[in-house]
């Protein structure tokens, strides 16, 4: 059974920066798409960024310049380095992984596999 755990949320100031990151356990990392969403009270969860598996990445208009997704595959670790965070990113923020190789990255509906989410907070 495929595992993805989520840590490094937490609480910073706008401008500050956070790096988020996956661990997946249980299967294979490497040959998938894996993506970021973020969802707040109330509202449906919405794509951040995505990177597939040799690499090619796919952001939000609203985090592009600001976020950068990586993949280590020896370690199995997918990572979201926020940085000029704003109080419009404060959300719980979720790792994902696809159903396969090429996916329609911006949809939920793409991945398989969810981890329990890390809330980020951004205060001004």
């Known amino acids: 059974q495929v595992q993805l755990v989520e840590s490094g949320g937490g609480l910073v100031q706008a401008g500050g920066s956070l790096r988020l990151s996956c661990r997946a356990s249980?299967?294979?990392?490497?040959?998938?798409?894996m993506g970021w969403f973020r969802q707040t009270p109330g509202k449906e969860r919405e794509f951040v960024g995505a990177?597939?598996?040799?690499?090619?990445?796919y952001y939000a208009d609203s985090v592009k310049g600001r976020f950068t997704i990586s993949r280590d595959n020896a370690k199995s670790t997918l990572y979201l380095q926020m940085n000029s965070l704003k109080p419009e990113d404060t959300a719980v923020y979720y790792c994902?992984?696809?159903?396969?190789?090429?996916?329609?990255?911006?949809?939920?509906?793409?991945?398989?596999?969810w981890g329990q989410g890390t809330q980020v907070t951004v205060f001004s």
């Open positions: 994902a992984r696809g159903r396969n190789a090429y996916i329609a990255y911006g949809q939920i509906s793409s991945y398989e596999y």
């Open positions: 249980g299967g294979t990392f490497s040959t998938y798409a």
């Open positions: 990177i597939r598996w040799d690499v090619g990445v």
